[in-house]
């Protein structure tokens, strides 16, 4: 089963409960980003804005924390309504956040960058509810898919496989229809997609063609199908 998650990155702010209606119908999560401004060179939206998209939504909040110290806030994503946050296996102390989001009844998600090796998160497959693969530095959307990562993708399935793991793999960054094949033939389950989505005229359109051309992939080659896995 694939899950489609529209990153809010991409949409216009000033009318984000609005977006979030636009995409509901095609949507399994919302990805929520949330960047400090030191760990990538941004800043978008903290607690607040996931307490009032929680008013507009009951949708899955997949928090994905592009943050240099994550733990100060976990318990305020917790209390603002996020269902799972994501932390980056680059700013350290991993064990310890995981086991604080573990604490706090959050789905437990562990993120690479796209030049981290899959040696930087072996060690903690065992605790995560879900391993998110970059496929571009974040920081921006609207960047170009990093084919080179798809090898790391392919390596955390297998590994996760192996030790009979249910944890979700998930993508994110240049998600798109083109790409979308390719990471699912990869391993990938969770489609993270921001300018894909929201850059196109009819947002749900665009999330149910990126999900139709990853299920193609998952029933395997043939036409339309893509990857061998
Ligand atoms: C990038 C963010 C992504 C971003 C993806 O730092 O983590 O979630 O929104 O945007 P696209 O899909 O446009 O690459
Ligand atoms: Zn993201």
């Known amino acids: ?78 209390r603002a309504g996020a269902d799972g946050c994501t932390v980056h296996v680059e700013v350290g102390d991993t064990a310890a956040l995981l086991a604080e989001m573990r604490r706090l009844e959050l789905r437990v998600g562990l993120a690479l960058n796209p030049d981290t090796p899959f040696e930087a998160v072996a060690p903690f497959l065992g605790d995560v509810d879900l391993v998110l693969c970059m496929t571009v530095f974040p920081g921006f959307g609207g960047q170009r898919f990093m084919d080179e990562v798809v090898p790391k993708i ?48 009819r947002p749900w359109e665009a999330a149910r063609r990126i999900r139709g051309a990853g299920e193609r992939a998952l029933a395997g080659p043939g036409p339309g199908g893509a990857h061998p896995a």
Request: hydrophobic share 50%.
């Open 1 to 78: 089963m694939l899950r489609i998650a529209p990153s809010l990155l991409s949409a216009d702010f000033g009318g984000l409960a609005e977006a979030v209606g636009e995409v509901a119908a095609e949507a399994d999560w919302l990805h929520v980003d949330v960047m400090d401004g030191h760990f990538v060179p941004n800043l978008t939206i903290g607690p607040p804005v996931v307490q009032s998209l929680r008013r507009h939504s009951g949708m899955y909040f997949d928090c994905h924390l592009m943050m240099t110290n994550p733990g100060d806030y976990l318990e305020a994503f917790r």
């Open 154 to 201: 392919a390596e955390v399935r297998a590994a996760l496989d192996a030790r009979g793991s249910a944890a979700e793999l998930e993508v994110d960054g240049g998600i798109d229809e083109e790409t979308a094949p390719v990471v699912v033939g990869a391993g990938a389950r969770v489609l993270v997609a921001g300018s894909a989505i929201f850059g196109a005229e």
